[in-house]
Nanobody, 133 residues
Framework: QVQLVDSGGGSVQAGGSLRLSCVAS????????MGWFRQPPGKAREAVAA???????AYSESVKGRFTVSRDNVKNTLDLEMNDLKPEDTAMYYC???????????????????????????WGQGTQVTVSS
């Protein structure tokens, strides 16, 4: 069982930056795909980024080049650096841990598997990001 606590959300103007953080409990963090998802108001939850245990990462097209995901396998932390934020980035953001054994094949594989099996991921409680124009 993995428990996740995410934080760092807030309100910013378009063009601004925020950094989200997630702390994970348990002994499996270092061998688990991790990711960030978001749910905009009135829309379905969507994958934003995923990262494999070696730090290789993959991103949705909408955030590529603006967001950077990183992890610290010693501190059991996952971060999402968000730059050049846009109003369409407004959403509840969730830290997620893969519940399957998908690590070791790269960030893109983590992204695909976590997106496909989202209902089986472990989830943080969510942190709100609001971007005003």
């Amino acid at each position: 069982q993995v428990q996740l606590v995410d934080s760092g959300g807030g309100s910013v103007q378009a063009g601004g930056s925020l950094r989200l953080s997630c702390v994970a409990s348990g002994d499996s963090f270092g061998s688990t795909c991790m990711g960030w998802f978001r749910q905009p108001p009135g829309k379905a939850r969507e994958a934003v980024a995923a990262i494999d245990t070696d730090g290789s990462a993959a991103y949705s097209e909408s955030v590529k080049g603006r967001f950077t995901v990183s992890r610290d396998n010693v501190k059991n932390t996952l971060d999402l650096e968000m730059n050049d934020l846009k109003p369409e980035d407004t959403a509840m953001y969730y830290c997620a841990a893969d519940s399957g054994k998908n690590a070791g094949y790269g960030g893109a594989y983590c992204y695909i598997r976590m997106e496909a099996a989202a209902a089986e991921n472990y989830w943080g409680q969510g942190t709100q990001v609001t971007v005003s124009s």
